[in-house]
């Protein structure tokens, strides 16, 4: 597959890195920072690779079992976990990560980088035009926003944590993302092995996890955003903001 064509595979990712963009048209974060997180999410594609290559002979047991720890071990807890590190490395003590939606912000920037760099190697590997255009808009509409949803989770509960003292945190943002990923991944692992009515259900769980995914995210996102809204028009309820020593939690 020629060059240009694997390329366009950036296209969804950067698209969605804009929709994200306009959500925080209010007080938006610095250019530099979210291109910085979408490199280094772009970048942890590699040593994930390495380590899903590396793990891949220690289990060869085939049919459901097989699919359930490639979709929950060997992608969404590896992928999710680079994500989360990304985060935790970047941004976590940033100055410019003082509100409850940079969780999101920054975590699916995140996530959307590794999608893009992931999606461009996907199809450069399409043998035909037929073969492309079916990746190309299967990942576009499915992979991709799942990569960004997931990630979305972690950055959201992390944020919640850490300004309004509530809910599971990073881990249990990480944990909700692994579900999530690994979840959509053994749906399409295990698709093949099903025929008749099963494979029409098996086939709908990707689906059915992008749809409800984005449409709690968004709401998550909106709360986030009415959150800070109030604490901007109202200094003394304002969160504490980052310190320079602040220990993650």
Known sequence: MPVWMALTGALPALAFMTLVDLADAKRPEPHWQVRKVAVLGGLSVFP???????????????????????????????????????LALAVWRHPAFDERLDGI????????????????????????????????VLRAFFSVPCHAIAAGFIGDLAARRRFDGTGPGLLGGFVIAVLLHGSFDVALYVLPLTTGWWELAVALIPLLLVVVGFVVLRRRAATALALDDRDHHHPDRRPQRVEAGYVLR
């Open 105 to 136: 912000v920054y975590a699916t920037r995140a996530g959307l980088g590794f999608a893009l760099v992931e999606n461009v190697m996907a199809l450069s590997a399409s043998e035909s035009t037929l073969g492309f255009i079916g990746t190309f």
């Open 48 to 86: 994930v690779l390495w380590l899903q290559r590396a793990l891949s002979p220690l289990v060869q047991v085939g049919g459901v079992p097989q699919a359930f720890f490639d979709g929950f071990v060997s992608a969404a807890l590896l992928e999710e976990g680079a994500k989360a590190l990304v």
